[in-house]
């Protein structure tokens, strides 16, 4: 339960909440328009047959990874869409880099969103990663049911009134 009297959260400090405790979406359009970017990670694994046929290309739905990168690519342009609160972004950039790591055996999807605009794009750079490994998962589940996601989390964001940020 939230705003008990000892805990220290208020509706003041939670914005997408309005003074009566409901949900809203923020407004930002006082806020200035600045350069942001956001980059999250997380991973797969698999067994090591899984990996080493999705690293070579030899799944049977085929190139695993392009179409990892590419529903990556899509879902952070799908963001508002999918998260209630979310603003609908101009996003000039979405790089998705895709790092085989044989010692998990699996694969780290890394995705950088950028955008010039009034509120940040680490939804997007989270939802990007998320919709990525899941369809990494679809595209290899033939090859292993037992995958495991994980470690999805912001590595990074930049610009904004909170200032920047970096994971330890």
């Known amino acids: 339960m939230l705003n008990t009297p000892d805990d ?9 909440l309005d003074n009566t405790g409901q949900a809203h979406m923020v407004d930002v359009t006082a806020k200035a328009v600045t350069p942001r970017r ?19 290309g ?20 799908k963001t508002s869409d999918l998260i209630p609160l979310c603003h609908p972004l101009p996003l000039g950039g979405i790089d998705v880099v895709v790092t085989p790591e ?7 999807l890394r995705v950088t ?14 939802t990007a990663v998320s ?17 495991t996601l994980g470690e999805i989390h912001l ?8 200032g920047d940020y970096r994971a330890e």
Not at 113 to 126: C, H
Not at 131 to 147: E, N, R
């Open 8 to 16: 220290p959260t208020t509706m003041a400090n939670l914005t997408h």
């Open 38 to 56: 956001a980059t999250a990670q997380g991973q797969i694994r698999m067994s090591p047959e899984a990996f080493q046929a999705v690293r070579v």
């Open 58 to 77: 030899n799944a049977p739905k085929g190139d695993v990874l392009g179409t990892a990168r590419l529903a990556a690519i899509m879902a952070a342009k």
């Open 102 to 108: 044989p010692e998990l055996p699996g694969f780290i």
């Open 113 to 126: 969103v950028k955008t010039t605009s009034q509120t940040g794009v680490e939804m997007e750079a989270l």
């Open 131 to 147: 919709i990525g490994l899941l369809t990494l998962y679809d595209m290899a589940k033939a090859l292993d049911k037992t995958m």
């Open 155 to 162: 590595v990074a964001k930049e610009g904004g009134r909170s």
